[in-house]
């Protein structure tokens, strides 16, 4: 099999290795969201939908929007949408917060619930498909280097970023 080229690989200057992973897990990442998306629209679900129907399902069934939009990364405003457009569509409802009235919670309906069972099987298939094709000590291999990496992210997240030495100096234009 041909492997294809990296995004970044193109023009007269190729770069470095890492920059070539990048690309690929990228490039590879977004084709499996495509994919999910496409099998899961069969269901009535797109793949966003499904990870917030989840994420309701365990947290209890239960969670506020500002804890949404932390979990997730996206913006308030954002995850109020999203969660508008599920309620409306009868998946999601929100309901004051017992402990704080000012606070709304989200939860699951029956049809969330519904919506969440017939997208499973599928989900459990791709996730089969995708990662069956991995043997056993290359999966073992997979989740450690994911791990290395999620403990990168970890210190990164930690110390606010790259250190000031990888920083673009304050005024310098952003790339």
């Known amino acids: 099999m041909q492997r294809k080229a990296s995004l ?36 009535g679900v797109s793949l966003a939908r499904m990870k917030l129907l989840m ?56 049809a969330g619930e519904a919506a969440i069972a017939a997208a499973e099987p599928l989900r459990l298939r791709l996730d089969q498909a995708i990662f069956g094709a991995l043997d056993a000590e290359e999966r073992s291999q997979f989740r450690r280097a994911l791990a290395k990496l999620d403990r990168v992210a970890d210190a990164l997240e930690a110390q606010g970023g790259l250190d000031e030495r990888a920083r673009p100096a304050k005024g310098a234009p952003k790339a």
């Open 8 to 43: 970044f690989m193109e023009g007269p200057h190729k770069v470095s290795d890492t920059n070539s992973l990048v690309s690929d897990f990228g490039r590879l990442f977004l084709r499996l969201r495509r994919i999910a998306d496409a099998h899961l629209a069969e269901q």
């Open 55 to 110: 994420y309701l399902r365990c947290e209890h069934n239960s969670a506020r929007a500002a804890d949404i939009a932390s979990v997730f990364g996206h913006s308030p405003r954002t995850v109020s949408e999203a969660i508008a457009t599920l309620e409306r569509d009868g998946l999601v409802r929100r309901t004051p917060d017992s402990a704080d009235g000012r606070v709304k919670r989200v939860s699951l309906t029956a």
